[in-house]
């Protein structure tokens, strides 16, 4: 008979908990790495800015368009996918002195907060690790939408973001002569809603 009201008890608490668990999940996401895209751009000499592009190799989202203040993010960056426009200058990039991809091919990124500025706009505060430094990074951006696919078959969370790396607090000192220090950067996201109530995996640098 004691076991009763122990059973029951708990039986309750996850009915309560059930409804938690249910919104946790409609609120977490994939990043879809085919429709998002990473640019940067940094001075060459000062003659001209010219651009390079980067992939989002995998990671996770939790964000609910009414409530912002549970939003968190991680993500890996593949630096491998590097493209400058010419093959010599990706290569040139990708050595030791300057991303050293062959001991450190991700950059990774988690959120520590964020912070809403107005309905479509904030600052997502977190640390970036880069050639195995980790450092603070604060990245503007806009909540552009959350809708269905036109053809219904996802739920998608949109964003555009900015934001400027000053590249020797990474131990990217070579040529600071002639290749600017600070860099800018520009993130066009897309996040598919996942609907299974797993946990996301954590994206995960060292691999």
């Known amino acids: 008979m004691s076991a009763l009201p122990a059973t029951a008890r708990l039986l309750a608490c996850a009915a309560l908990l059930l409804p938690l668990a249910a919104g946790a999940s409609e609120h977490r996401y994939r990043y879809d790495t085919v429709h998002s895209q ?16 980067l992939h989002i190799a995998r990671g996770w989202l939790r964000f609910d ?3 912002w203040s549970r939003a968190a993010t991680e993500l890996d960056i ?27 091919r ?4 988690a959120s520590t907060g964020v912070e809403r500025t107005d309905d479509s706009h904030g600052v997502l505060h977190g ?4 050639r195995g430094v980790t450092r603070p990074l604060d990245i503007p951006f806009t909540f552009n939408r959350q809708a269905r696919t036109i053809f ?6 949109g ?21 600017g220090r600070n860099i800018s950067v520009w993130l066009e996201i897309e996040a598919i809603r996942e609907d299974r109530t797993r946990r996301p995996e954590s994206a995960d640098a060292s691999q």
């Open 38 to 53: 990473i640019l940067f751009s940094v001075s060459h000499d000062g003659y001209s800015r010219p651009f390079g592009r």
């Open 65 to 67: 368009p009414d409530d």
């Open 78 to 104: 593949d630096l491998a996918s590097l493209d400058m426009g010419d093959p010599d200058w990706n290569q040139a990039v990708l050595e030791p002195r300057f991303l050293d991809v062959a001991k450190a």
């Open 106 to 109: 991700y950059a990774h990124f």
């Open 127 to 130: 640390e970036l690790t880069l």
């Open 152 to 157: 219904g078959m996802h739920t998608v969370a």
């Open 159 to 179: 964003f555009s973001a900015t934001a400027m790396l000053d590249r020797t607090r990474f131990g990217l000192t070579t040529s600071t002569g002639s290749i």
